[in-house]
């Protein structure tokens, strides 16, 4: 009868303390110990989740403010009545070697003696000029150089107020 007794103890025992009380005996953790841990694990996801939707819309943000700032510089260049040539669409470069990507040309000649009456006259309104030759014969005076299109559309807009410069000065891509 007592070995009854304490199996209808330990079986009551059980039944309404739950499994908890046998985990707790049995050193695990507990049912909120759990769904502690399943909480914490659910707001690292969430977390994680977030922080990658944070980093795609910031490079959406960038690719946007690219774009935006590609089609500023193509309007800019528009509004100054720019062109864009590269050194290969006049033949290729001749003697000079270029150091930066783009140049303002303000002027181009056959005659070598009227580029440098051109790159003197720059030089005089303090814009230290360049004589770029190409082998088709041109001698073309640029001013400006930089590795920045931007830059130097904002150069382009100020080079074309100078009187050295004809309305018809050009940007010289070197690729």
């Not at 707790?24 to 990658?52: F, L, N």
């Not at 690719?63 to 935006?68: G, H, I, K, N, R």
């Not at 270029?98 to 009456?117: M, Q, S």
Request: net charge positive; aromatic share 6%.
């Amino acid at each position: 009868m007592k070995k009854s007794l304490v199996l209808v103890l330990a079986v009551s025992a059980v039944i309404i303390s739950g499994c908890d009380f046998v985990r707790v005996i049995a050193g695990r953790p507990t049912s909120k110990q759990v769904e502690a841990v399943r909480v914490e694990r659910v707001k690292q996801e969430e977390a994680r989740h977030q922080a990658r939707l944070d980093s795609m819309r910031r490079v959406q943000q960038q690719l946007a403010d690219s774009l935006a700032m590609e089609q500023y510089l193509l309007d800019s260049l528009s509004q100054s009545k720019g062109t864009v040539m590269t050194p290969s669409s006049l033949g290729g470069i001749g003697v000079s070697n270029l150091e930066y990507t783009y140049y303002i040309v303000v002027g181009a000649f056959r005659d070598p003696v009227n580029a440098l009456n051109k790159k003197t006259q720059c030089d005089d309104f303090g814009y230290p000029a360049k004589i770029i030759n190409f082998r088709n014969g041109l001698n073309a005076v640029a001013v400006c150089p930089s590795n920045s299109i931007a830059e130097t559309i904002k150069n382009m807009k100020a080079v074309k107020g100078q009187k050295f410069c004809p309305k018809d000065g050009w940007i010289l891509v070197n690729q």
